[in-house]
């Protein structure tokens, strides 16, 4: 099973036009000499390149291979994971978007400023590196190492030409590039995972023989209602815990927002969520196909190499080259898409490194930076970040099975991150001194459960874990997040006992029980150390929701649920606000916000001509 020389033109046209992309926009438009070119596009793309790159900046390579190799060893149960889709992607377009829009943010991390200090922005972009700088070398290194198993080509190799050709671009060509090529990868992932299913349903007789072989035995899935946590997959993690994991994905992560915040209005940012939802809806299915048509295949086919297949993800790639040699082109065009999700999700990381690098660790302490310096040190960032990607991907070869706690690691940090944004959002009354300590214990719980979920098993002497990687946006953090499931036999589960039962949570639950770790730690914490007071509070960074959802009580009731937090135009529709500067935002009948400020970030505003107010016309929102 090896390449032909059809199969390396196509994979070598990918990585080709993917470079090509990057000098196109590094020599045209603005060339990239503004941070606002090189990190946010001008905010000028349109809904359905923001939609496609948001889709593939975590349908990565190890999604692509850990998906259908889950679905072959355990049936098609990890497919209710489409249940938490639904509010995974409308709370983000309801709430976190148009927040994140109006706030004209560069860097998601800014909120935390905002809302409630600096040293919650620092603690914030510093738990976002640690995560992506981890992620960067697993989803780098992951695919190669499948890649050189089944076709004998250079790991290095094809680390080395990956990881560059992927910086290139990047540095060269800012997030408009990014997305673009994005845009690209995308369409090659759904023509090689079409291809293969295609191929290989034939081979087996059909679609309906796929059915019946998997039926048989059992891989088509009914929906578990148990409601034990501590159940790998069920209906409740799946459904409820997949909502939390989409959040700290869709919501706050920084890759993400910063598509949404390049977007040339918010509707089109909130456009770009909602046409998010059915194609995420097809990739899921095409993985799940992927999987049945590969077992079906080897109901009937004996493999002929199973030492080569070292993991289960190697089996993949290794039924990809089985059933498509006899296709040149083929084999080439689902290792194009393999490794599109790489690349896709690899210079996504780069970027917004970079950003939060430059806007959180840098800006506010060189305040006098002019614009082209500052533009051409967020590229030497990129370019840092990349090499620093080859690096770990070294490392990650070093791991051995360690890699698998990295992953898990790596998986449960969305969760208190998404925490911490939670406690601004939704709990106006939160202080700087809830937020840090709720981030701190929603970490110290992620590394108590990952580390000691890993360390248990090895120490139970359990059947060895099996490295199965699947990624965002199937599930949670980089929150695209990376997972590793540990799987240990039944008795080795039910041996833990007390404190120590936690570590057999099901990684489901880890975005959702770290969160509200963070949550619940926040606002005790807050509390006790003596609550915000609700006119300290910008009122652009919080969402009320108490009041909207119990829009029914009498105004007097929903004022109070306000927590005193200062009433902005949205609230109050046909409200005629006096032009007086002041502090930066809306605050009843007086205007606190500069002219141009107002009517940029609030379409809804008008000023009279010869007038000296600004009248809030009725809005949708």
């Known amino acids: 099973m090896r390449f032909t020389t059809v199969d390396y033109i196509i994979f070598a046209l990918l990585l080709i036009l993917s470079s090509a992309i990057g000098l196109f926009y590094a020599l045209s438009g603005g060339k990239q000499r503004t941070t606002q070119e090189f990190l946010l596009a001008n905010r000028s793309m349109g809904f359905l390149p923001v939609a496609l790159s948001l889709l593939a900046t975590f349908q990565s390579a190890v999604a692509i291979l850990g998906v259908p190799s889950e679905i072959y060893r355990f049936g098609t149960e990890y497919w209710f994971l489409g249940c938490s889709y639904i509010l995974g992607l409308l709370i983000p377009a309801y709430i976190f978007i148009p927040v994140f829009y109006r706030l004209r943010l560069t860097s998601t991390y800014e909120y935390l400023e905002l809302r409630f200090s600096k040293i919650v922005r620092i603690c914030g972009t510093v738990t976002f590196i640690f995560q992506m700088v981890i992620y960067m070398g697993v989803v780098l290194y992951a695919p190669a190492l499948a890649f050189n198993a089944v076709t004998g080509f250079s790991l290095w190799g094809v680390v080395l030409t990956m990881g560059l050709v992927c910086t290139l671009y990047t540095t060269l060509g800012g997030l408009k590039a990014v997305i673009w090529t994005d845009v690209i990868q995308t369409l090659v992932m759904f023509a090689g995972q079409l291809a293969v299913i295609i191929v290989g349903t034939a081979k087996v007789g059909g679609i309906h023989e796929v059915w019946n072989v998997s039926l048989a035995n059992d891989k088509i899935s009914g929906i578990n209602f148990n409601p034990d946590p501590f159940t790998r997959h069920s209906i409740w993690s799946l459904g409820i815990g997949g909502i939390f994991l989409m959040l700290s994905l869709y919501g706050v992560n920084q890759a993400q927002v910063q598509r949404y915040l390049s977007s040339r209005t918010e509707k089109e940012a909130i456009l770009s969520c909602y046409v998010v939802f059915p194609c995420q809806q097809l990739v899921l299915a095409l993985g799940c196909l992927t999987g049945l048509v590969m077992f079906a295949y080897y109901q009937k086919n004996e493999i002929q190499d199973p030492e080569i297949i070292a993991v289960p993800d190697q089996m993949v790639l290794y039924f990809v080259m089985d059933i498509l040699q006899d296709f040149p082109g083929l084999p080439g065009l689902f290792v194009a898409c393999l490794f599109s999700g790489a690349l896709s999700t690899i210079s996504s990381a780069f970027n917004s490194l970079a950003t939060v690098t430059m806007e959180d660790l840098i800006k506010p302490y060189y305040p006098n930076l002019t614009e082209s310096r500052a533009t051409l040190l967020s590229k030497c960032l990129a370019l840092t970040y990349g090499l620093l990607c080859l690096g770990m991907a070294y490392i990650s070869s070093l791991m051995g099975s360690v890699l698998q706690a990295a992953l898990s690691i790596f998986g449960i940090v969305g969760g208190p991150l998404l925490g911490i944004f939670c406690l601004g959002f939704f709990f106006p009354f939160t202080n700087s001194i809830g937020a840090v300590t709720g981030l ?182």
Not at 532 to 556: A, E
Not at 593 to 602: L, V
């Open 440 to 621: 701190l214990a929603g970490l110290i719980m992620a590394f108590w459960i990952g580390i000691g979920s890993f360390v248990d098993r090895m120490a139970t002497g359990a059947s060895s874990p099996v490295l199965n990687i699947t990624s965002a946006p199937d599930m949670g953090n980089l929150t695209t997040t990376v997972m590793t499931t540990l799987l240990t036999s039944a008795n080795a589960t039910k041996s833990l006992t007390g404190l120590k039962r936690f570590h057999a949570l099901s990684y489901m639950w880890y975005s959702a029980h770290n969160s509200t770790t963070v949550v619940i730690v926040g606002i005790i914490v807050s509390l006790l150390t003596g609550p915000m007071k609700g006119r300290d509070v910008d009122p652009r960074t919080v969402y009320l929701v108490l009041p909207r959802l119990l829009f029914f009580l009498p105004d007097t009731y929903k004022e109070r649920l306000r927590f005193g937090v200062p009433h902005i135009a949205e609230d109050k529709p046909n409200l005629i606000i006096e032009d007086k500067s002041c502090n930066g935002f809306l605050n009843g009948n007086v205007k606190e916000a500069e002219k141009d400020d107002m009517e940029e970030n609030y379409p809804g505003f008008s000023r009279p001509e010869g007038g000296h107010s600004y009248i809030v016309q009725e809005t949708s929102l």
